[in-house]
């Protein structure tokens, strides 16, 4: 199995100050025949289910705010919310659709400092 | 609009079977892989099973291999999941997740809210 790892497990930042959160792959998840990550991240605000935000590591999805951003291949990937808003408060969770078992990893938790 | 309501939660004694429903609209659902992922209380996402659009291939995490069956009912948007041999560590709000693509190989681009299973005697 894939196991997914994210750095670090919670983080307070300034309002429009940078996010970065880390996620760590034990395999990589860059497709060969095709040259895309399998990795995505979502967003999940307490009591909703999540929401994708980015996939194939950095494609954003549509509608959301281009202050996210993915970055990454292989077996290390990065989310950055560039400017962080208080509607971003929330747990951020990366995701392998590699190999099944399709792993997230534990979440990372943004608040407002 | 794309959309998802789960049924079927409950509570039910160890080793009893609840079979979960998730109708979809807004898409053409037989066009998609769909996925159950469950999120124990306060705790993080796992995934569980996955099922092509066809319904012609099924996987399932170790975790619930053997007990869990996921299936489609393309005719009437709808996924299941059928879950016996319930174990406590199985309470958990099981969600449905709509695939980006009719392959089981791909994120989950719209979610439903979810439906809550307890297991307790």
């Known amino acids: 199995d894939i196991v997914m790892t994210q750095s670090p497990d919670s983080l307070a930042v300034f309002l429009g100050e940078r996010a970065t959160i880390n996620c760590k792959s034990s395999q990589s998840v860059l497709h060969s025949s095709n040259n895309k990550n399998y990795l995505a991240w979502y967003q999940q605000k307490p009591g909703q289910p999540p929401k994708l935000l980015i996939y194939g590591a950095s494609t954003r999805e549509s509608g959301v705010p281009d202050r996210f951003g993915g970055s990454g291949s292989g077996t290390n990937f990065t989310l950055t919310i560039s400017s962080l808003q208080a509607e971003d408060v929330a747990v951020y969770y990366c995701?392998?659709?590699?190999?099944?078992?399709?792993?997230f990893g534990p979440g990372t938790k943004v608040d407002i400092k | 609009e794309v959309h998802m309501l789960e049924s079927g939660g409950g509570l039910v004694q160890p080793g009893g079977s609840l079979r979960l429903s998730c109708l979809g609209s807004g898409f053409t659902f037989n066009n998609y892989a769909m996925n159950w992922v469950r999120q124990a209380p306060g705790k993080g996402l796992e995934w569980i099973s996955s099922?092509?659009?066809?319904?012609?291939?099924?996987f399932y995490a170790d975790s619930v291999k053997g007990r869990f069956t996921i299936s489609r009912d393309n005719s009437m948007n709808t996924l299941y999941l059928q879950m016996n041999s319930l174990r406590a560590e199985d309470t958990a709000e099981y969600l449905c997740?709509?695939?980006?693509?009719?392959?089981?190989?791909?994120?989950?681009?719209?979610w439903g809210q979810g439906t809550l299973v307890t297991v307790s005697s």
């Open positions: 099922i092509t659009g066809s319904g012609d291939r099924t």
């Open positions: 995701q392998q659709h590699f190999s099944v078992p399709f792993t």
């Open positions: 997740a709509k695939g980006q693509s009719s392959s089981d190989y791909s994120a989950s681009d719209y």
